[in-house]
Nanobody, 119 residues
Framework: QVQLVESGGGLVQAGGSLRLSCAAS????????MGWFRQAPGKEREFVAR????????YYADSVKGRFTISRDNAKNTVYLQMNSLKPEDTAVYYC????????????WGQGTQVTVSS
């Protein structure tokens, strides 16, 4: 079982930055790829970024490429999402997620953290 707890959301002006954190429980954290997703009001949840277990491989949605950076600290069982040059359209609840098995779907989800970007 894996538990995920996000933090770091808040209200920021357009052009500003925030760093989200996701603390994970479980001894197998470093073997799991991790992902960030977001859901804006009235919209479906969408993929934002993912990172491999080692942290050596990352992948981003086109909408955030060049502005967001995903990273992880396996010693702290934590994954991060650094968000720069924020836009009002980035406003959403942000979730971190992890699969139960390598290559499988994202089975474990955090409770989410709200990010609001004002224009």
């Amino acid at each position: 079982q894996v538990q995920l707890v996000e933090s770091g959301g808040g209200l920021v002006q357009a052009g500003g930055s925030l760093r989200l954190s996701c603390a994970a429980s479980g001894r197998t954290f470093s073997s799991r790829p991790m992902g960030w997703f977001r859901q804006a009001p009235g919209k479906e949840r969408e993929f934002v970024a993912r990172i491999s277990g080692s942290g050596g491989s990352t992948y981003y949605a086109d909408s955030v490429k060049g502005r967001f950076t995903i990273s992880r600290d396996n010693a702290k069982n934590t994954v991060y999402l650094q968000m720069n040059s924020l836009k009002p359209e980035d406003t959403a609840v942000y979730y971190c997620a992890a699969p139960a098995a390598l290559g499988g779907p994202y089975d474990y989800w955090g409770q989410g953290t709200q990010v609001t970007v004002s224009s």
